[in-house]
């Protein structure tokens, strides 16, 4: 690996034992084993470095989302159902890395450059979300999909990981948000007066 490769690996450790606010750049050199300069040369911050890895983080859990689709229609409730136990799953581990969410959050006015690149990064997310639970490749998702319906899972998806991060007890199960959402659809779909 490069400098580039051993900063991101090295702010990825660092953010999972230290979060946002308690990682410095001195921490990130000294887990990668790099020097200062490295970090402006290939991210031109720290925080910019830092918003990477925690980009790098949460791609790295892509894969624990996806269900086999096989047995289940795109967009319908059972896929629903399976993608956020799988997702669900991801925010039951200890020192899970949504907790670096939060953090944001919490702090985004003491790090602004890290919120700046993480809004960037909010329409992709929810871009990748919609072939998930709908079908289809995220590569044709509009960008008014992912303006709309991406945007619906991705506050859906913060608002868990703002719950999981509370009270994992008490913090919604899948089972209970699909019923959530086969009471809303109802609803919304009652041809009564």
Known sequence: MGHREDLLEGAKRCLLAKGFVGT???????????????????????????????????????????????DTGPGSLERFERVWSNIIGTMKEPGSVWRLSMEVLAFGDRLPEVRDHLVVAQREAGRGLIPLLMGGREEDVSDETADTLGMFYVTLMTGLIAQWTFDPKSAPRAGQLTAGLRRVTEAATDARP
């Open 24 to 70: 410095t750049a001195r921490d990130i050199v000294k887990e990668s084993g790099t020097n200062l300069a490295s970090i402006g040369y290939h991210y031109g911050s720290k925080d910019a470095l830092l918003a990477q890895a925690y980009i790098s983080l949460v791609e790295g859990m892509g894969g624990a989302f996806e269900v086999d689709v096989d």
